[in-house]
């Protein structure tokens, strides 16, 4: 099979474009694609619990934490008590951060319109169809299932 057949080689080229493409307008403004799409997933309002974001995002602990710690010191978010469990910790965003998230929001829908523009409703109701197939096939384990993993 050539790579241009394979459909996780699409898929890995189609990301790595986007998020290309989505990290230089982010590095115009000091942030980055990951920033973004934090303050993209957090409440604008209320903030969102920090152990909420992670899964929320697709995002593992280590990582996540070390882009709130940059965020914070560039005045994007703050920390604040969980006022119902003094253990927990909201993260909300600072004003400036609302405006860096409003760009960023700018750039994800003039992106998403640009693209539809391009796709009939019948080919963008087929790629849905098609990346929820593959996320499906993912979450269900299925390329696993049959393969019994051999032990040393």
Known sequence: M???????HHLRATW???????????????STMAMAFVL??????NGTPSTALGPR?????????????????????YRERNPRDG???????TDFGKEKRA??????LRFNDLVRSKLTDEQLRNFFE???TINILI???????NEKIKQK
Not at 16 to 30: F, G, I, L, R, T
Not at 58 to 72: D, F, P, V, Y
Not at 139 to 145: K, L, V
């Open 16 to 30: 790595q474009a986007v998020a290309k493409m989505y990290n230089e307008q982010a590095s115009k403004h000091d």
């Open 57 to 77: 995002m697709g995002m593992e602990a280590t990582s996540l934490s070390r882009i709130l710690k940059n965020m914070e010191q560039k005045g994007f978010i």
């Open 139 to 145: 979450s269900e384990n299925a390329f696993f299932a």
């Open 40 to 45: 993209l997933n957090i409440d604008y309002e």
């Open 2 to 8: 050539h790579k241009n057949e394979s459909i996780d």
């Open 87 to 93: 253990r927990g910790v909201f993260i909300k965003i």
């Open 130 to 132: 098609v990346m929820n």
């Open 103 to 108: 760009y960023a929001k700018e750039v994800v």
